[in-house]
Nanobody, 124 residues
Framework: QVQLVEYGGGLAQAGDSLRLSCAAS????????LGWFRQVPGKERECVAG????????RYLDSVKGRFTISRDNAKNTVYLQMNSLKPEDTAVYYC?????????????????WGQGTQVTVSS
């Protein structure tokens, strides 16, 4: 059973940076495609960024392109989300997700394992 634990959420002001980390245990991390999702109350969870097993395929939500960077360290079983130039609309609970699927996807239903989420709040 894979367990995912997110770290690094918190309060920030517009323009600030935060780095989220997600540590995985209980599985073969290098075999997972990984994603960062976020959700605000009353809205569907959306994929902010995804990274393939090898790290060669990366996708971002249009609204975070150029500001957020996803990366993975297979040696540390950790995936990161570097968030720069934060905006109030980035406020959400952020979740990391993992799945053993081969091809990268940003579809929530395709991911099997989920972290508990970490709150990111950006004030103006």
């Amino acid at each position: 059973q894979v367990q995912l634990v997110e770290y690094g959420g918190g309060l920030a002001q517009a323009g600030d940076s935060l780095r989220l980390s997600c540590a995985a245990s209980g599985g073969a991390f290098s075999r997972y495609r990984l994603g960062w999702f976020r959700q605000v109350p009353g809205k569907e969870r959306e994929c902010v960024a995804g990274i393939s097993r090898s790290g060669s395929d990366i996708r971002y939500l249009d609204s975070v392109k150029g500001r957020f960077t996803i990366s993975r360290d297979n040696a540390k079983n950790t995936v990161y989300l570097q968030m720069n130039s934060l905006k109030p609309e980035d406020t959400a609970v952020y979740y990391c997700a993992a799945d053993e699927g081969i091809w990268l996807t940003t579809t929530q239903a395709a991911y099997t394992y989920w972290g508990q989420g970490t709150q990111v709040t950006v004030s103006s």
